[in-house]
């Protein structure tokens, strides 16, 4: 089946430890992106690539780091930097056109230890 | 900057329609579309609206003003499984990635 699968569904993060979130896609979509939704916030972007060896930084990249080197993946880096870190985590892809929506994978939940 | 504004939350009756509405004041545009999120789960493609009107699909109408920066979501006919966030979100231009207003959390009551 074609999809967006990110790994995994939870995770959990010590003080001081830098994870890494696994995004990958099997529907040959150009564009990728990194979305964050807290409670009452919405999903705020963090990064996005639009072609593979080239990323963008979102509206909330400090803290996170990110990836472009397959077409297929994009994983996403929460750094120790990042205060605070816990919430859902959000990966996302898209074919490129203006008119086609953004297909999301099923999140992966962070938390502090 | 980006604002999209969207009501909190709303209640509806099962049976019943409910209207969602979505303003946005954006440095451009290039489409608008509804995403429906159950709680924990991903947003998943509900509408797209890029030329002013309404838009049908099935028990879902999407609408668009342009000028009035205004788009509202059409539930029709409620359904208990309807109960979820509807996310509004813009494309400002080009293929820029979606910039979400903050959900409408919808709850369909017996």
């Known amino acids: 089946d074609g999809g967006i699968t990110q790994s995994p569904k939870y995770l959990f993060r010590k003080e001081g430890q830098n994870v890494t979130l696994s995004c990958e896609q099997n529907?040959?979509?150009?564009?990728m992106y990194w979305y964050r939704q807290d409670p009452g916030q919405g999903l705020r972007l963090i990064y996005y690539?639009?072609?593979?060896?080239?990323?963008q930084k979102g509206d909330i990249a400090e803290g996170y780091s990110v990836s472009r080197e397959k077409k297929e993946s994009f994983p996403l880096t929460v750094t120790s930097a990042q205060k605070n870190p816990t919430a859902f985590y959000l990966c996302a892809s898209g074919q490129g056109a203006p008119h086609q929506p953004q297909h999301f994978g099923d999140g992966t939940r962070l938390s502090i230890l | 900057g980006q604002n999209i504004d969207q009501p909190t939350e709303m209640t509806a009756t099962e049976g019943a329609i409910v209207q969602i509405n979505c303003t946005y004041q954006t440095s451009g545009f290039n489409g608008l579309f509804w995403y429906q999120q159950h709680a924990g789960e991903a947003p998943t493609f509900l509408s797209y609206?890029?030329?002013?009107g309404l838009e049908e699909k099935g028990r879902f109408s999407s609408f668009l003003s342009r000028s009035k920066g205004y788009s509202y979501l059409l539930l029709k006919e409620l359904q208990m499984k309807d109960s979820a966030s509807y996310l509004c979100?813009?494309?400002?231009?080009?293929?820029?990635?979606?910039?979400f207003g903050k959900g409408t959390r919808l709850s369909v009551i017996a």
């Open positions: 609206n890029v030329l002013d």
């Open positions: 529907l040959n979509h150009d564009a």
């Open positions: 979100a813009v494309r400002a231009s080009g293929n820029t990635p979606l910039v």
């Open positions: 690539s639009q072609i593979v060896n080239d990323f």
